[in-house]
T-cell receptor, first 113, second 114 residues
């Protein structure tokens, strides 16, 4: 296991379409986080899971966004009825309760046209 | 609320110059502090960390000291290289607490010219 894996790396979609991203965390990590990063900004927290439970959601996560982590392993982030403002890099990170740092994936860059 | 502030960029330096990127934070509780680096087209990589007051994190010639009294975690490097050109993010972590998340600053873009 070499790190956090995100797929796809790039996604171009038309406005109004639904998209889904996948994140595979480091295998022994029980916490998983989603962040959004727009151009020129730092990553902004969206939501996080401990095992399969979604414990916190940012106000940035509108009702068009839904995240799941079935069985406490991989996670998916779905955006319904995409808007141009959803264009961003979506980052996933994982951590283990004993450690203080989170490890980030390469991200999925979404472009809504 | 919890937040991180860092000096605005872009910063342009000549090779072998001294680098300082200022970072200050506001946090509930006792955070861990990090510097992440993002090279062009890549994801975030952890550069260094410090988990308690007066700790010094270091890696690849970069250093930062956790200063609780000034709530700061400034990044320094004595001699930058062209390969250090990237965006640097200061961050705090409250992982393992009821505020479990990493909070990032806005990033500082560094360009090193030969």
């Amino acid at each position: 296991d070499t790190g956090v894996s995100q797929n796809p790396r790039h996604k171009i979609t038309k406005r109004g379409q639904n998209v889904t991203f996948r994140c595979d965390p480091i295998s022994e990590h029980n916490r998983l986080y989603w962040y959004r990063q727009t151009l020129g900004q730092g990553p902004e927290f969206l939501t996080y899971f401990q095992n399969e439970a979604q414990l916190e959601k940012s106000r940035l996560l509108s009702d068009r966004f839904s995240a799941e982590r079935p069985k406490g392993s991989f996670s998916t982030l779905e955006i319904q009825r995409t808007e141009q403002g959803d264009s961003a890099m979506y980052l996933c990170a994982s951590s283990f309760v004993k450690y203080t740092e989170a490890f980030f994936g390469q991200g999925t860059r979404l472009t809504v046209v | 609320g919890d937040s991180v502030t860092q000096m605005e960029g872009p910063v342009t330096l000549s090779e072998e110059a001294f680098l300082t990127i200022n970072c200050t934070y506001t946090a509930t509780g006792y955070p861990s502090l990090f510097w992440y680096v993002q090279y062009p087209g890549e994801g975030l990589q952890l550069l260094l960390k410090a988990t308690k007051a007066d700790d010094k994190g270091s890696n690849k010639g970069f250093e930062a000291t956790y200063r609780k009294e000034t709530t700061s975690f400034h990044l320094e490097k004595g001699s930058v290289q062209v390969s250090d050109s990237a965006v640097y993010f200061c961050a705090l972590s409250l992982l393992g607490t009821s505020y479990d998340k990493v909070i990032f600053g806005p990033g500082t873009s560094l360009s090193v010219i030969p």
